[in-house]
């Protein structure tokens, strides 16, 4: 439709602590500093398009109540169930709400031949990212800089982010690998520039991130669209399918395939163990490690929980938990 969205998330402390004086303690670090960020940079009178809120956790339910900034959020009801065909056909008639409302704000009307064109964009720029993917595998490309692309992902237009890692990908694609080390896959909370501290941290205490599952990293979106009929209904009901079905997010009640896809990964790539993130504040990931772990280790890999803020002061602590789970 023209518009080019813009995912709203800040890896920021300092701006986190603009906001803390009119927010919960223990509030999700990531949207405490998304408030210190509009704080400093508040929305002008003529940016009339609405913010699209999945009510995904509650602290996102509670966000617009909370920042109280203009304009009015546009909530996207998720359905918290996904397998059943009712909750699908309730996502299908929220992206239709969606549809209607970028229509009234943009005076455009969303067609067939628009919404294929940007599909199969979405597509190319998936087998790019998907490449990257591998290259993060095959040990050719540090965990750091792989956040660093994937963090990226929205802050242009698609196309140009796709180009940029195509860039990319040309020019890590011709360096060796590095030496088979320690590799350990990242589970739980997202993290977002410029907090990378436990990225950091873990290649400090001698480890490589070979793998994640972050909606922030290798799960900023579930993949390529598959439709059976190319028709403008066909292609819409598909892309709710992908969109909301093949979601692994830990919001969702039913989600028995988020653990048995960490488990494939884990075992396709010799990886020993999980390191799993949990911001602090942040339940649904919180709750999730309870179910995990005795799954990963009942399966012989290692799993190390680690709790943190934005903040530095924790940072000594937790690389001594990092270099005793690395001597595993
Ligand atoms: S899922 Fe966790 S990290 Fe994401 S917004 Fe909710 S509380 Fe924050």
């Avoid at 109280?68 to 359905?79: C, H």
Wanted: aromatic share 10%.
């Amino acid at each position: 439709m023209g518009l080019h969205p813009l995912r709203l998330g800040s890896g920021c402390f300092c701006v986190g602590r603009l906001s803390a004086s009119h927010s919960p303690v223990l509030m999700c670090p990531l949207l405490k500093a998304t408030m210190g960020l509009l704080q400093f940079q508040a929305p002008t009178q003529n940016d009339t398009m609405p913010w699209v809120v999945p009510t995904t956790c509650d602290w996102v339910v509670k966000f617009q109540e909370l920042a109280n900034t203009q304009p009015e959020a546009y909530f996207l009801e998720l359905p918290h169930l996904h397998r059943g065909e009712k909750g699908q056909q309730r996502w299908l008639e929220e992206i239709y709400g969606l549809v209607r409302l970028l229509e009234n704000q943009t005076g455009r009307k969303l067609n067939r031949k628009t919404l294929l064109s940007s599909v199969q964009i979405f597509m190319h720029a998936w087998k790019v990212f998907g490449r990257l993917i591998e290259l993060r595998r095959k040990r050719v490309l540090a965990g750091v800089w792989f956040m660093v692309a994937a963090n990226s992902f929205l802050l242009d237009s698609i196309e140009i982010w796709t180009e940029r890692v195509h860039q990319m990908l040309e020019t890590v694609a011709t360096h060796p690998p590095a030496p088979e080390g320690n590799g350990v896959f990242l589970a739980g909370s997202p993290i977002i520039f410029p907090n990378f501290k436990l990225l950091h941290l873990i290649e400090t205490a001698g480890m490589d991130v070979y793998g994640d599952d972050l909606c922030t990293s290798e799960r900023i979106w579930p993949g390529a669209v598959c439709y059976e009929e190319p028709s403008y209904r066909g292609i819409m009901r598909a892309l709710a399918e992908r969109y909301h079905k093949a979601c692994i997010c830990p919001t969702f009640a039913d989600n028995e395939r988020r653990i048995n896809s960490i488990l494939n990964t884990l075992q396709q790539h010799h990886i020993r163990g999980v390191v799993y993130h949990v911001l602090k504040g942040c339940h649904p990931f919180d709750i999730e490690s309870f179910n995990l772990e005795p799954r990963l280790k009942s399966r012989g890999y290692h799993f190390l929980k680690i709790e943190t803020d934005y903040v530095q002061e924790d940072s000594q602590n937790i690389l001594t938990r990092l270099e005793a789970f690395g001597r595993i």
